[in-house]
């Protein structure tokens, strides 16, 4: 176990110094370089704490949709493949909520921020 801070608070504070204590200071290209960094910093935190979970939520569903085990490249290599040879279709079970729940889990890491992941995410309230 490593001593604290764990790295997606060390990430957030990196973050946080670049946004609230440099970009002020900076203007032209230098603070667009800055806001750059700033938004890989954010882009790695968010690898950190959800793509290992999505990753194997991901391969789980593969799994069911290819009827066998496999790494998640292989898997989706061979998914990919099912679907432009006609094996799977999009009337196969489950072939649609995997691309969706696949496409939602890689949005929330790469662009929490678009605006139609941020609907799909929060749907309107009825």
């Not at 072939?95 to 678009?114: F, G, S």
């Not at 941020?118 to 309107?124: E, K, M, S, V």
Request: net charge negative; proline share 6%; glycine share 4%.
């Amino acid at each position: 176990m490593q001593d604290k801070p764990p790295p997606d608070e060390i990430l957030a504070a990196i973050a946080r110094l670049m946004r609230e204590e440099l970009l002020p200071q900076m203007s032209g290209r230098s603070a667009f370089m800055l806001r750059v960094a700033a938004n890989a910093v954010d882009l790695v935190q968010r690898q950190i704490a959800l793509a290992a979970a999505s990753d194997e939520e991901e391969r789980a569903r593969l799994i069911t949709l290819l009827h066998h085990d496999g790494d998640l490249a292989q898997l989706n290599a061979e998914l990919c493949a099912a679907i432009e040879n006609g094996e799977i279709r999009t009337e196969t079970p489950g072939l649609a909520e995997h691309l969706w729940t696949t496409t939602r889990a890689k949005l929330a890491v790469d662009q929490p921020n678009y605006a139609a992941y941020r609907r799909l995410a929060n749907p309107p309230k009825e």
